[in-house]
């Protein structure tokens, strides 16, 4: 669906009715199309289910955005295992290979639980935040597990005792966890380095079309230093969108009078009975304004009525 520049062309329209009213509502068509689409994808893990991204992929072959972006959390991870990881991040790869256009990676607590993952996103993927620019537009890709070491390892081994109390390999109840009460479990942190990189890249570009905020943890819900509150600051002036992923339920609101949204799931585990936890992308035209929609992966058919990948539904196990 990416919208193709054609300032050189002028629209053909060919009819054979000279008179009287005509069954359409207007013959002035645009001439130039400086608009692009681009797709975003959610959470893959907390129990992939088998099948879903790779039917994903397939949609957004279809719908042909320019480029996709990603929320974070597209591995399992959760281990200082070498070995599994590459495993995990190949597969991961070898299924994100057969998109038709660039895809943006983008880090969750899934892919960033300890520093052993920390070297292997680097190894692969270089930055674990970073910006570009694409037609105007400003993307900010943030990191919403920006810890120092060690309190990165404290959050990794809270969280794997927390673990073991769900799985009943140890007694205990989670919700009286150490990790259930660590504020980075629901929203993440971001360092000072992080602040000071972005507020950079503001600075040096004030008067672009749009700014679009891409985090996996809603940072913007941590209201200290470690939150998203300094860099909303600077946003203040600016048109923006946020948006994230982490709860795997997809929910949307206004806060600073711009839209912040919360993304549902590509493949990942979806609580039970929960209406607004469904498998979607989310395309996104960038007009003057940006036009978001959300496509639940159910109702995207090819030629035949059937879901990409030859399956009659999403594939859920």
């Not at 504020?183 to 890249?201: I, L």
Request: overall charge negative; charged content about 30%.
């Amino acid at each position: 669906m990416a919208c193709k520049t054609s300032r050189q062309v002028l629209p053909r329209f060919e009819h054979s009715i000279t008179d009287g009213p005509t069954p359409w509502t207007g013959d002035t068509f645009e001439q130039e199309e400086v608009d692009f689409t681009f797709a975003i994808i959610a959470d893959l893990t907390g129990s992939e289910r088998k099948g879903v991204y790779s039917t994903a992929v397939a949609q957004l072959n279809r719908l042909d955005p320019t480029f996709v972006l990603s929320v974070g959390d597209l591995i399992e991870g959760g281990t200082e295992d070498r070995q599994q990881l590459s495993k995990e991040w190949d597969s991961f790869e070898k299924r994100t290979a057969k998109l038709n256009m660039p895809f943006f990676h983008l880090g969750g607590n899934h892919d960033l639980t300890n520093p052993v993952m920390r070297d292997i996103w680097k190894n692969r993927f270089g930055p674990r935040y970073y910006h570009f620019l694409y037609e105007d537009v400003l993307f900010l890709m943030l990191d919403s597990e920006d810890y120092e070491e060690q309190r990165m390892m404290e959050i990794y081994n809270a969280r794997a005792e927390a673990l073991k109390i769900i799985s009943g390999e140890k007694e205990g109840v989670y919700q009286e966890s150490e990790y259930y009460h660590m504020p980075e479990r629901r929203t993440g942190g971001m360092s000072e380095d992080q602040f000071q990189y972005f507020k950079t890249v503001l600075e040096d570009h004030p008067k672009v079309r749009w700014t679009f905020v891409l985090m996996h943890k809603p940072l913007w819900m941590r209201e200290d230093s470690k939150g998203l509150n300094k860099l909303e600051a600077l946003l203040k002036y600016r048109p923006y969108t946020v948006i994230n992923g982490h709860f795997h339920i997809f929910s949307h609101r206004k806060k600073n009078e711009r839209d912040y949204i919360m993304l549902g799931t590509t493949g990942g585990g979806q609580p039970a009975g929960n209406a607004q936890s469904f498998d979607h992308v989310t395309l996104v035209r960038m007009a003057k304004e940006p036009v978001i929609t959300h496509l639940k992966m159910e109702g995207i058919l090819d030629e035949t009525g059937k879901i990409p990948e030859g399956t009659d539904s999403v594939r859920r196990y």
